[in-house]
């Protein structure tokens, strides 16, 4: 193990913890706005990837693409809003998972329906196709670099649009207590609209993001829709600052774990058996570090202020 | 702000319905093997065998779910669990019931209770990502283990034998023990659900804190309840594996418990027999709308919507409103 | 409750007409449709139905209907499915799957029925070996010879040192020890990546750090098809030679297109294998589904031309099994691969190539037989069955 290889695991956990981020971030900020468990979250991630590449086959030009795909994604997500997600607000967490559950199985067979079932693919914009020298023998792609930029970017973004301007102030107020603010004369419907709205944009950043380098296929949101949950439950539903922190956490544990998880398990057993259960160990990581952060904050380590 | 289903009003009037509709789903149940005589009768069987398999995983989600309110997003794992527990020990040529089934049982049961410890002290949405975690955790345990197929899974060459007779191997004999056994899950639940400890189970969902006030210690009554349900769900792994011959890490998947929670609303929450009815209405609309397309999921996503929606109350739910317009009219 | 009678009765209706179509002959097609990999089904399903829509819609001169079913890459789902080929739409063949775990899973159902299985892709060392069935049969090949090939061209060509990396099931154990069964230098380091794994970052630095002359991976579909840009991103492909098998294939090369150019992978078979009946074939498909064909189409047409040609032998009888089993062995029928014999095991005889991606005159990408590497080459597990 030497230290570059740790240097370069660290930056891919980074940037896979910057993605999380991405997502968890649209997840976090309408279940602790609008108590509103979404399921179909990850599959507007899929969306966006889907969106990104079928408007590049248009353009041929990314940047292009990407706005459009945003759009396209705003639009989509504004429609599910106003036919399904808007009458769920009221109802049991229960109820929600279910809906968005039929959500998810509905547009994982469209978009089979539409693209075909076979992967598909997006090539990276020329300017940003080129690698950087990290370590000898490791070119890491610039592409790769942009990600964690645009990430921390956004997650900026955020930071100053919800702790520093009125529809941030507003948003809060809403998660703490959103009767209250509607009684002082707040339209509650489109508060919930914008935030909506936003974090199906987040969404589909990452997915349009991502496109270049892993492969667009049915069913892509599943996975990470489960790892952005485990991000939101650890941060603390409703908190930007948590769901920030808890998904660098996760991407570095998980990336981390992946790669040394077999070479620290060797080191008390035998590589046979260490090679077989130390994936297994790699991928129950996360899920093991939730148990423990639930043990001790039942809440996640910063639950938005207000919720009980 | 979230309306529970309890204070909807429609868990009132469904608890309260006893005898007729269980009776004629039992009696139903029965007939299947003469009616699957006239056609593909191994088919027929396997079917309506999974149907009832599910509909016990189902009972115990709808007791802790459903009556306890707990959300329980890893209720697959008790069944991979109790399905294991047949394979592992038929791996090592130990078939007979009088060890496995003791062996599925306290197996989940002891998973319910380790993992319980943690995630009862958790609340709603918390609850059902811990839930989560745990099922995630079997799953990929069990994905791990190479001599045990490893994700690939496990073939089961014998069903299970008892004092060394394969009194299951056929087909129909073995419905009628998945189905005795279904009747016996579902009378001591309503045993279970109707006694001091079921009120005070029930009433921790809808005031805990009055619970505790009246001197009741919440956390232990969810937990025994847990278990409970955690062993029923490994007697349903039991019969699944037996039911499939075959056993792998998918019976645990987050999928399979989105499924078992589907199915528990799809019937009626808090009914218990709507849990059979949803587990029989979710794997027969599956299979035959898998007949007709091969795109039928692109129908199945927004029928599930579609009920949510406006089918408050599951199917039983419907049944009620529409035998109330009836009396009207 | 009338949901459950209405369903009970409409199918034993559905049942009742299918009995009345008795002098069909019935194949079932048992595949992952759904998913990511359901392309690899969707090659299968196009391949069999394009051999009997080329036989006219017969197979050994009886008229065909073609039940196609989706194992949707859940074992119990398989189990369910392959029971309502046997029991409701009482197929005489069930030819599939894609998936070695979905192949363990259908086993016993299919087999015990008596009715024969024939793999069109997954071929586990067990079936081979100590479990080989008389009502199994397979078109394809040994999970573990593919990667056989590659470790043999890896030790001939005097490669020193090779770090593999497979995903962590059965198969992909297969695919290491079937490589370290001929290559004999140094393994840089065995790597088991979770089923469906995405992001190699982390692989791709263990990788470079170890400085191999080669790797050898075994990441079919989606994982293939991420691996390989992300290979090629990582600026080691002309540092790292590419040696593979099932993961630059005509499935996978669509979405990784120009990233793959010269990669090497081992198979059986590729398009531009030079003989009339496969150069046909590849025009034919192409022409019908608007893709390149792969392993697991020309597999699946073999199947088809497998049981055209056994029926041809017992005259379209289905009920003498000793006599159906018997014709199958022959394997009376002429393979697009050219040679083609069958095992005491059932598994195939055949000959093996280093192949390698270029891209054609038409834009399309496609794998190209470099080298033979095996000829009339059979599995190692063949001994321990006890067929004769």
């Known amino acids: 193990m030497s230290t570059g ?110 693209w075909g079932a076979a992967p598909l693919t997006l090539p990276i914009p020329e300017i940003f196709s080129g690698s950087i020298v990290l370590m000898p023998g490791l070119l890491y792609p610039v592409w790769r670099l942009v990600i964690i930029g645009s990430g921390l970017a956004v997650g900026l973004l955020l930071y100053i649009l919800v702790g520093y301007t009125r529809v941030g102030m507003l948003v809060r107020a809403g998660a703490t207590n959103a009767r209250m603010v509607s009684a002082l004369g707040v339209d509650i419907h489109r508060l919930f609209m914008i935030v909506f709205g936003f974090g199906t944009m987040l969404a589909a950043f990452a997915g349009a993001m991502i496109a270049p380098i892993l492969s667009v296929e049915p069913g892509m949101g599943d996975t990470v829709l489960i790892l952005a949950f485990v991000v939101i439950v650890i941060g603390g539903i409703g908190s930007m600052r948590g769901a920030f922190l808890a998904a660098l956490l996760i991407g570095l544990v998980d990336t981390l774990g992946r790669s040394f998880a077999i070479d620290i398990l060797r080191l008390v057993m035998p590589p046979s058996p260490a090679r077989t259960v130390g994936p297994a160990i790699a991928s129950m990581l996360i899920y093991v570090l939730m148990a423990l952060v639930l043990y001790f904050r039942p809440s996640g380590l910063f639950p938005a202020r207000g919720r009980g | 702000m979230n309306q529970t289903l309890a204070a909807s009003g429609t868990l009132a009037s469904q608890s309260d319905r006893v005898g007729g509709l269980p009776a004629a789903i039992f009696l139903l149940l029965a007939l299947v093997p003469f009616v699957a005589g006239f056609g593909p009768e191994s088919y027929v069987l396997g079917l309506f065998t999974r149907v009832m398999v599910f509909a016990i995983a189902a009972l115990a989600l709808d007791f802790i779910c459903g009556y306890g309110g707990l959300v329980s997003f890893g209720h697959a794992a008790f069944v991979g669990i109790g399905a294991y527990a047949v394979g592992i020990l038929g791996a090592h040529g130990i078939t007979d019931m009088l060890v496995s089934l003791p062996v599925a049982l306290l197996a989940s049961a002891l998973f319910a209770y380790l993992t319980g410890n943690v995630c009862l002290r958790t609340k709603s949405v918390y609850f059902i990502m811990i839930t989560l975690a745990f099922g995630q955790m079997a799953y990929f345990i069990a994905g791990s283990l190479a001599p045990y197929g490893g994700d690939d899974g496990l073939t089961i060459h014998l069903r299970s034998t008892l004092f060394g007779f394969s009194i299951l191997k056929n087909d129909r004999t073995f419905y009628y023990f998945v189905l005795l056994t ?130 408050r109350g599951g199917l039983l739910g419907l049944a009620d409103k529409v035998r109330g317009r009836l009396s009207r009219a | 409750m009338y949901k459950k009678l209405a369903l009970v009765g409409a199918m034993i209706g559905l049942s009742a007409t299918a009995a009345g179509a008795q002098e069909k002959l019935k194949v079932g097609l048992i595949a992952t449709l759904s998913g990511p990999p359901a392309v690899l089904g969707q090659q299968l399903r196009n391949g069999f139905q394009l051999a009997v829509k080329n036989l006219g819609g017969k197979l050994g001169g009886r008229d065909v209907e073609v039940v196609v079913e989706d194992d949707e890459l859940k074992p119990d789902v398989a189990v369910n499915k392959a029971k309502a080929l046997v029991d409701r739409s009482k197929v005489d063949f069930v030819v599939g799957p894609i998936f070695s775990n979905m192949l363990i899973a259908i086993m016993k159902p299919v087999t015990d029925a008596g009715v024969i299985l024939i793999s069109p892709n997954a071929g586990t060392s067990n079936f081979a070996g100590k479990e080989c069935n008389p009502n199994f049969f397979v078109t394809s090949y040994q999970n573990d010879q593919n990667h056989e090939v590659m470790g043999k061209y890896a030790q001939d060509a005097g490669m020193k040192k090779v770090f593999l990396m497979a995903p962590n099931y059965q198969a992909g154990k297969d695919a290491i020890a079937g490589f370290k069964r001929y290559f004999k230098g140094e393994i840089a380091d065995e790597v088991f990546v979770p089923l469906g794994q995405l992001d190699y970052s982390a692989e791709l630095t263990k990788i470079a750090a170890a400085s191999p002359d080669a790797i050898f991976v075994f990441l079919p579909g989606g994982m293939g098809v991420n691996f390989v840009k992300q290979f090629r991103q990582a600026g080691l492909a002309d540092k790292v030679k590419f040696l593979s098998a099932f993961t630059v294939d005509e499935s996978t090369l669509p979405a990784q297109k120009e990233a793959a150019v010269g990669f090497f992978g081992g198979a059986n078979w590729a398009p531009n294998l030079d003989n009339p009946q496969n150069k046909k074939f590849v025009a034919d498909y192409e022409k019908e589904y608007n893709a390149v064909p792969a392993t697991y ?63 054609r005159a038409d834009g399309k990408f496609e794998t190209q037989i470099d080298k033979k590497v095996f000829a009339g080459y059979s599995d190692p597990y063949a001994k321990d069955c006890p067929m004769k």
Do not use: C
């Not at chain 1, 913890?17 to 399921?39: E, H, Y």
């Open chain 1, 5 to 114: 290889l740790v240097v370069v695991q660290i930056l891919n956990g980074l940037q896979f913890g910057v993605l999380l981020f991405l997502i968890a971030a649209g997840l976090t900020l309408v279940f602790g706005v609008m108590d509103f468990i979404n399921l179909a979250h990850g599959v507007q991630y899929m969306l966006g990837a889907y969106l990104a590449v079928a408007f590049y086959a248009l353009t041929g030009n990314f940047l292009v693409a990407l706005v459009l795909a945003l759009a396209a994604a705003l639009v989509f997500g504004l429609l599910l809003e106003f036919l399904v997600f808007r009458h769920l607000y009221d109802r049991d967490h229960l109820e929600q998972v279910i809906a968005t559950f039929g959500i998810i199985i509905f547009l994982n067979q469209a978009v089979k329906t539409v």
């Open chain 2, 182 to 311: 279904l009747l016996a899950v579902y009378l001591l639940f309503r045993a279970v659900v109707y006694s001091r400890f079921g009120r005070v189970f029930r009433g921790a969902r809808e005031n805990p804190t009055r619970m505790s006030a009246l001197g009741f210690d919440v956390f232990r009554f969810q937990r025994v309840g847990y278990v409970i349900a955690g062993a029923v769900g490994g007697l349903s792994g039991f019969m699944l594996a037996n039911a499939t011959e075959f056993v792998s890490p998918a019976y645990m998947s987050w999928q399979r418990s989105g499924e078992l929670i589907i199915m528990i609303l799809l019937g009626g929450l808090g009914t218990l027999h709507g849990a059979i009815i949803g587990a029989a209405a979710y794997l027969l609309i599956e299979e035959a709308l898998g007949g007709i397309t091969e795109q039928w999921k692109l129908i199945f996503g927004p029928l599930l919507v579609l009920i949510v929606l406006f089918a």
């Open chain 3, 297 to 359: 189409a020309f597999q699946a047409y073999d199947a088809a031309l497998l049981i055209d040609g056994a029926l041809k032998l017992t005259k379209g009888n289905t009920s003498d099994k000793e006599a159906l089993r018997a014709a199958l062995m022959k394997a009376n029928f002429t393979s697009l691969r050219g040679p083609f014999k069958f095992n005491t095991n059932h598994y195939p005889i055949q000959d093996f190539y280093q192949v390698k991606v270029a891209q």
